[in-house]
């Protein structure tokens, strides 16, 4: 994950007219750009699996059920999105770890299009506990908790947000913040969560 950290990898996702307000925001201040994130539960290590493709996101509690496409880095460095005019869709980060092995997983979606609210606009609305599943090719799930949900200026993400914590980790982005008709979403809404489990 070394080389998109050194990228300074942000996302950005364009604004659009057909947004209908704000998305939901993390509760309590905004967290500065360098401030040290939630831990996650310390306790008996989780078994990690082999690699295989993710191709399915599930977060009950905000009703997402989305498939997943491979997303990469720009030739700015940036991480791409999936095609904005597909609301219900989120993109992994193939550069990164796929979700369940060792490592950070990345996963991104866009918080609203043309149509209206995208995949991820209640990203922010996440509290600590929820639960994430991802669908992989090979049939199995992996299982992961949040343990931390922030907001960071777009231009500047902390390196911690990709760091290798030594175990299955997951981070869900999206935009948030204040919205410009000139450069869009101001921010990245950033969810931290670990694995805890795997069907």
């Given at each position: 994950m070394a080389c998109v950290v050194a990228l300074g990898v942000t996302i950005m996702i364009a604004g659009t007219e057909g947004r209908t307000g704000p998305p939901p925001?993390?509760?309590?201040?905004?967290?500065?750009?360098?401030?040290s994130p939630g831990r996650a539960p310390s306790g008996e290590a989780v078994p990690a699996l082999p690699p295989a493709v993710p191709?399915?996101?599930?977060?009950?509690?905000?009703?997402?059920?989305?498939?997943?496409?491979?997303?990469g880095l720009d030739q700015d460095g940036w991480l791409e999105a999936p095609p904005q005019e597909i609301q219900n869709l989120a993109g992994w980060l193939q550069d990164a770890p796929s979700p369940g092995t060792p490592g950070t997983a990345v996963v991104v979606g866009h918080v609203d299009n043309a149509a209206g609210p995208a995949v991820f606009y209640g990203l922010g609305a996440l509290s600590v506990g929820a639960g994430v599943e991802v669908i992989r090719e090979d049939g199995t799930a992996a299982r992961f908790s949040v343990y931390d949900v922030a907001v960071f200026d777009k231009e500047s993400l902390p390196e911690y947000v990709y760091e290798d914590t030594g175990r299955p980790e997951l981070r869900l982005i999206t935009c948030g913040?204040?919205?410009?008709?000139?450069?869009?979403?101001?921010?990245?809404?950033?969810?931290?969560?670990?694995?805890?489990?795997?069907?």
């Open positions: 925001q993390p509760p309590g201040e905004r967290r500065a750009a360098q401030a191709t399915w996101v599930s977060i009950p509690s905000i009703a997402v059920e989305a498939p997943l496409t491979g997303v913040g204040s919205f410009s008709q000139d450069s869009g979403y101001q921010d990245n809404v950033v969810v931290f969560a670990h694995m805890t489990g795997s069907a």
